[in-house]
């Protein structure tokens, strides 16, 4: 079983940044593909990043040039750097993982998931 809890939410003003992380737990998950997700008040969880256990990238086109998602396989750690945020960011944001993946825009395409962690851009 693998759990995922992440970290480094909070509240920030529009423009600003923050870094969220994710922590892996199992060993056999350290080389997943691993994702970021969020869900806002009333809308469906949507697709933020991904890093492919290749370490090969993507991003939902809403967040490409000011987010960037990156790996720690040593320490089984998952991380998103957000910066120029806006308030249209602000949302619950969970990380997900799984050895194998079809559609990676879907969250429930992953066997593992965190409870997630807030952020809240005020303007």
């Known amino acids: 079983q693998v759990q995922l809890v992440e970290s480094g939410g909070g509240l920030v003003q529009a423009g600003g940044s923050l870094r969220l992380s994710c922590a892996a737990s199992g060993r056999t998950s350290t080389n997943y593909n691993k994702a970021w997700f969020r869900q806002a008040p009333g809308k469906e969880r949507e697709f933020v990043a991904i890093?492919?256990?290749?370490?090969?990238?993507d991003y939902a086109d809403s967040v490409k040039g000011r987010f960037t998602i990156s790996r720690d396989n040593a320490k089984n750690t998952v991380s998103l750097g957000m910066s120029s945020l806006k308030p249209e960011d602000s949302a619950v944001y969970y990380c997900?993982?799984?050895?194998?993946?079809?559609?990676?825009?879907?969250?429930?395409?992953?066997?593992?998931r965190g409870q997630g962690t807030q952020v809240t851009v005020s303007s």
């Open positions: 890093i492919w256990s290749d370490g090969i990238t």
């Open positions: 997900a993982a799984s050895a194998f993946v079809s559609d990676y825009r879907r969250s429930d395409a992953y066997h593992y």
